[in-house]
């Protein structure tokens, strides 16, 4: 964030991931490997949302941009993919908009804050078909979880239900630069509204602290274990499981 040469922090970063890589044992590699197609469709579809809900409203700025795509390298962070992939919580390549050419039926701050939701509420989506699709494995073909293949796919899936989560919830946060503030704005009143502006400096580096120190996994697991546990057992029990 603060280094103005992008090429050392990817090298801080790509040192910090064969740190981590070397001392890894076999399972927890494993389990990275099978995290990546996790990471990979929840960074792409979360950033795809935001540029097909600002194209809706009436910019092409994400479309010139190339980023109404679903082409995962249209929308990796290099900082963002490893904190999700090693953390589980982190970001894609943000978004360019335009608010001004959004439809003149919605403010500017309400179409910001439409585009904005549109990412976490791909994610919810995303956690919800894998959960489904976990609960039909298991209540239609359950011998499939007792083989190799399916204890892999069972891992991809309960993966793509952390990870999908894990992205909603920790851009959910209302603190810039996350997706949480451009919606919080869209709500509050008029004096609020400009505080908010004013000290959006102060925001943005209590996030950083969250983030750096870790305070924010600590914030965010709690909300993260009680989502995964309550759509699993709602599934479940639609399906009758």
């Known amino acids: 964030m603060f280094f103005t040469d992008n090429r050392m922090l990817y090298l801080i970063l790509a040192i910090f991931i064969l740190m981590s890589l070397m001392q890894m044992s076999q399972p927890s590699l494993l389990g990275l490997l099978l995290t990546l197609p996790a990471v990979l469709v929840a960074i792409t579809f979360h950033e795809y949302a935001h540029a097909f809900a600002a194209t809706k409203l009436g910019d092409d700025t994400p479309q010139r941009q190339g980023r109404l795509s679903l082409n995962p390298l249209a929308h990796i962070d290099p900082v963002g993919f490893a ?14 908009i335009d608010s001004r050419n959004f439809d003149r039926k919605y403010s500017e701050q309400t179409g910001d804050a439409i585009v904005a939701v549109a990412g976490p509420v791909m994610n919810f989506i995303l956690a919800i078909v894998s959960t489904i699709i976990y609960a039909l494995i298991y209540k239609f073909v359950p011998a499939f979880i007792m083989t190799e293949s399916g204890y892999i796919v069972k891992l991809i899936l309960q993966y793509m239900i ?76 639609i399906f009758g499981i």
């Open 162 to 237: 952390a990870i999908n989560l894990g992205l909603g919830v920790f851009n959910l946060i209302p603190l810039p630069p996350l997706d949480g503030s451009k919606i919080l704005v869209c709500f509050l009143p008029y004096n609020a509204k400009r505080f908010f502006y004013e000290k959006q400096q102060i925001f943005y580096i209590i996030f950083l602290i969250l983030w750096i120190t870790g305070l924010a996994g600590y914030i965010i697991s709690p909300v993260l274990n009680f989502l995964s546990n309550g759509l699993m057992k709602f599934v479940f029990i």
């Open 83 to 96: 904190l999700l992939l090693f953390v589980g919580f982190g970001w894609g390549k943000p978004v360019q």
